[in-house]
Each structure stands twice: as structure tokens, then as C-alpha cells.
């Protein structure tokens, strides 16, 4: 095998391992998370498991793009997909795990001691009833307004300030999340 063909072959080999080693990362976080979830509360974990598909259904039903922006409180200016739903959730799932001290943290975002345990309480509260998606947003609330400031979300904003998205997590999140 001539030279060029041998490095060729080096710089595959490279690649595929440099990205099988992001993905195994990526994918043991994503189990970390589904585990956190699930040692709080079976509930929180299955609500937050069966969500995406929701999200997805409802998206593409007439009018259900205006009943998830009622549901989340997105802004009325901004336009928005089922997908940047998801990764706003997902993101705010990751960082509340990644900051799951017992002491109240404000270094990403404003957050109360355990904000991964505050996400299930809010998920598995009586007061929300079946309504998955305002459990949703009673989670979420913790990571994004747990201050209570923010009247609507401007999910066209960047929401990942700290680069989640370059790696595509929400995405592996997710699939990993539906496989779970």
C-alpha cells in the first residue's frame, strides 16, 4: 500500500476515534442524567421520557405551535420549532444536573440547592395534574426563572451560553432519554 493510502488511513482511524470518544462521553452523561432523574423520582424521569414525543405531536397538530407558546410562555415575536423546544428543555435538564450541589449556585444561571430534585418536585406536583406540559414548565422554571423575572422565553436567544449545542447534546439527550 503506497504512502498516501497509509495516511489516509491514519487520518480515518484518527477521526472515528476522536468522535467515538465524544459520543461515549456525551452518552454517559446523558445516562448520568437519566439516572439523576430517576433516582429523584420514577415519575419525573418517565414524564420527562415520554415529553419529546408529546412535544413532536402536538407541534404538528393545527394550532400547536400556539398551544406549546401558551404552555412554555415563549414570547409571542418569536418563531420557534418543536426542536428548539426540545433543546431549551434538554439544555436546562443538563446544567441543572451539572450544578446539582446542595447549596444554591449562580454561576450559569440562578439555581436553589439540589435544582435537579426542584425540576422533579415541580414535574411530580399534584397541582399540574396530567398536564405534561405544564410540569414541564414548572421544571424548567427552576433552571431558567427561578427568580421569577422573566415574564416569556425568547427561545431565539442564545439559551446555551455555555455550548452545549456545539456538541449536539440535546440531540444525543434525547435519543438516549427514548431509548431508556
Request: proline letters at 3%; glycine letters at 4%; charged letters at 25%.
Amino acid at each position: 500500500m503506497s504512502r498516501k493510502a497509509m495516511r489516509i488511513i491514519e487520518v480515518i482511524k484518527e477521526y472515528i476515534i476522536r468522535n467515538l470518544i465524544d459520543i461515549i462521553f456525551v452518552c454517559l452523561l446523558s445516562l448520568v442524567l437519566v439516572k439523576m432523574m430517576q433516582s429523584e423520582s420514577e415519575n419525573c424521569y418517565k414524564v420527562i421520557k415520554g415529553s419529546w414525543k408529546h412535544i413532536e405531536e402536538t407541534a404538528k397538530q393545527e394550532g400547536g405551535l400556539d398551544h406549546l407558546r401558551s404552555a412554555f410562555r415563549i414570547c409571542k415575536e418569536i418563531d420557534f420549532s418543536a426542536d428548539d423546544i426540545e433543546g431549551w428543555l434538554s439544555t436546562a435538564y443538563t446544567y441543572a444536573a451539572m450544578t446539582d450541589y446542595p447549596t444554591p449556585s449562580n454561576f450559569i444561571n440562578p439555581l436553589p440547592a439540589y435544582p435537579v430534585k426542584k425540576m422533579c418536585e415541580a414535574i411530580d406536583n399534584p397541582r399540574t395534574g396530567r398536564d405534561t406540559f405544564a410540569k414541564l414548565y414548572g421544571a424548567v422554571n427552576i433552571y431558567y426563572n427561578h427568580t421569577g423575572d422573566v415574564k416569556c422565553f425568547d427561545l431565539s436567544s442564545d439559551f446555551d451560553k455555555h455550548g452545549l449545542d456545539e456538541w449536539s447534546w440535546q440531540v444525543r439527550i434525547r435519543s438516549v432519554g427514548k431509548r431508556n
